[in-house]
């Protein structure tokens, strides 16, 4: 009688304590990655590519869950949500903000959250487009945010590796910034590696404006107390001008847009040294 071969066992069940720890928390880290490029992740592919059980994978979607970093789907999970939007799901004016040229603004948060260093402290002004780069910020990243925006602090909450920095302030406008005197002297004495700065429109001689002028006082500011300034602007915002500006061209070492941005479009920026991405 021909003998049976031992039964497949999960990589993990032959593992120490710790080892099976460690192993966890790389999966865990593969996991959130996923779902930060793709906004979603499947029981069988996360199997397969981490080579372990799909009840290890389920278990460890279950675990992340209840940490409230992940939802579970049938099959699989997506990115949470965070319940700050709840009210604001039947509002349209919202949700098309939202919903308006979505994946390119991914694109462009996560290229930007790829520029961040280590231990840097970075600062992120209000919009939907600097929204998707606290969504792909590098997992133990150590990095200090500075925000004057209730929704990034609120997203970061649950974030323990990274430190949150909120200024004061009055909350104004449809993306729930805090402006006014006290969000101003809240930055005195800061100190700014990176500066990640959205704007309502961008022209190689006017700048990057903004519709508030609230709004652009306090991120000029920001902007003196940043050492490098990244524009994240879609397309659309090329050529338009806007009556309050946040600063003037010439303080940009890089501008990252979507591909939709053609030559013409870019190559006055290339002409004042800007280094231009587009993704």
């Not at 992340?64 to 965070?82: D, F, K």
């Not at 590098?138 to 500075?146: D, G, Q």
């Not at 704007?199 to 003196?224: H, K, M, P, Y």
């Not at 994240?232 to 090329?238: E, G, R």
């Amino acid at each position: 009688m021909a003998r049976r071969g031992k039964p497949k066992m999960d990589a993990n069940a032959r593992e120490s304590p710790e080892a099976s720890l460690n192993g966890q928390q790389q999966r865990f880290h593969s996991i959130l990655t996923g779902l930060q490029e793709h906004g979603t992740v499947a029981v069988d592919d996360l199997s397969t590519q981490l080579s372990v059980s799909v009840v290890t994978i389920r278990r460890d979607l279950d675990l992340l869950e209840q940490q409230g970093l992940l939802r579970r789907t049938h099959g699989g999970a997506v990115s949470i949500e965070p319940l700050f939007y709840e009210p604001f799901k039947k509002d349209r004016s919202f949700q098309e903000q939202v919903e308006r040229l979505a994946n390119e603004k991914r694109r462009i948060g996560r290229a930007a959250a790829a520029l961040i260093n280590p231990g840097e402290t970075i600062a992120i002004t209000p919009g939907t487009t600097t929204a998707e780069i606290i969504r792909g910020l590098p997992l133990a990243s150590r990095i200090t945010v500075v925000t004057n925006t209730v929704n990034i602090a609120m997203e970061l909450s649950k974030r323990k590796d990274i430190n949150v920095f909120v200024t004061g302030g009055h909350l104004h406008g449809d993306w729930f910034s805090l402006v006014g005197p006290s969000a101003i002297r809240s930055l005195e004495n800061m100190l700014i590696q990176t500066m990640f700065i959205g704007a309502d429109g961008i022209d190689a001689q006017w700048g990057l404006s903004c519709l508030s002028s609230d709004e652009a006082e306090l991120n000029s500011t920001v902007a003196a107390h940043s050492r490098r300034h990244i524009a994240v602007v879609d397309h659309t915002k090329f050529g338009v001008v806007t009556n309050w500006r946040i600063c003037e061209m010439s303080l940009i070492q890089k501008l990252i847009t979507d591909t939709g941005a053609t030559d013409e479009m870019i190559a006055p920026f290339q002409k004042l040294g800007i280094e231009v991405i587009r993704v």
